[in-house]
């Protein structure tokens, strides 16, 4: 693969890093009522947050599959929900925040250096082109 190629797919996996996180930070508060809930099924089910892997792709690169976070949710005393168990308890997404913080960081500044890396490659294929003009 090029250089342009490989720093390319690091710019499409740092996008797609910050925008499963900025979902999962977004959707936070979206609670659902416990599986097996008596007279819940009117209601949604809880937010179910989604990670991000990243892969070395063979010959240079990466690549990125989006899976759910294992367990999806975690239960939250909200009596006031409708659909809230006896108990009050309802199923809250399971988003750590300072993880969400840390993804957005680390997204950002893969984006950065990969975007640098398509820069640096850029004035040096200039350089080459005046060199042999």
Same mark, same amino acid.
């Given at each position: 693969? %090029?250089? &342009? =190629?490989?720093?390319?797919?690091? &710019?499409?996996?740092? =996008?797609?890093? &910050?925008?499963? =996180?900025? %979902?999962?930070?977004?959707?936070?508060?979206? %609670?659902?009522?416990?599986?097996?809930?008596?007279?819940?099924?009117?209601?949604?089910?809880?937010?179910?947050?989604?990670?991000?892997?990243?892969?070395?792709?063979?010959?240079?690169?990466?690549?990125?599959?989006?899976?759910?976070?294992?367990p999806s949710y975690v239960? =939250?005393?909200?009596?006031?929900?409708?659909?809230?168990?006896?108990?009050?308890?309802?199923?809250?997404?399971?988003?750590?925040?300072?993880?969400?913080?840390?993804?957005?960081?680390?997204?950002?500044?893969?984006?950065?250096?990969?975007?640098?890396?398509?820069?640096?490659? %850029?004035?040096? &294929?200039?350089?080459?082109?005046?060199?042999?003009?």
């Amino acid at each position: 693969m %090029s250089i &342009l =190629s490989i720093a390319a797919s690091g &710019l499409a996996a740092a =996008s797609r890093r &910050l925008e499963v =996180s900025a %979902s999962n930070v977004a959707n936070q508060l979206d %609670s659902g009522p416990l599986p097996g809930t008596p007279n819940a099924a009117n209601y949604p089910a809880a937010y179910a947050p989604q990670r991000v892997d990243q892969v070395a792709v063979a010959g240079g690169g990466t690549a990125t599959t989006v899976t759910t976070v294992s367990p999806s949710y975690v239960t =939250s005393y909200d009596p006031t929900a409708p659909y809230a168990d006896k108990n009050g308890l309802v199923a809250a997404p399971n988003v750590d925040l300072a993880n969400e913080i840390v993804q957005q960081i680390a997204a950002r500044n893969d984006f950065a250096a990969n975007a640098k890396v398509i820069q640096v490659e %850029s004035e040096m &294929l200039k350089t080459l082109l005046d060199i042999k003009v």
